[in-house]
């Protein structure tokens, strides 16, 4: 196993593989009421801040492991 796998977050992956699966659902044309009905503001249309969030976790952790200044 190397070492870059060893300090691989799975859980991570798995967020942001949801949240683009998001993010592609959000570019279907569909009517607001419906949109309404399966709770889009809560769940699907949060997917660009949580990937943002993820990937600003995933900035940080690689500069700690290359031991660089933020």
Same mark, same amino acid.
């Given at each position: 196993?190397?070492?870059i796998s060893r300090s691989r977050n799975f859980s991570i992956d798995l967020l942001k593989t949801?949240? %683009?699966l998001f993010v592609v659902i959000t570019h /279907?044309?569909?009517p607001s009421d419906f949109r309404q009905k399966l709770l889009f503001? /809560?769940?699907i249309d949060m997917a660009v801040p949580i990937f943002m969030i993820i990937s600003g976790y995933n900035y940080?952790?690689?500069c700690e492991s290359k031991?660089?200044? %933020?």
């Open positions: 196993m190397n070492e949801i949240s %683009i /279907f044309a569909y503001p /809560f769940y940080y952790n690689s031991n660089q200044n %933020i």
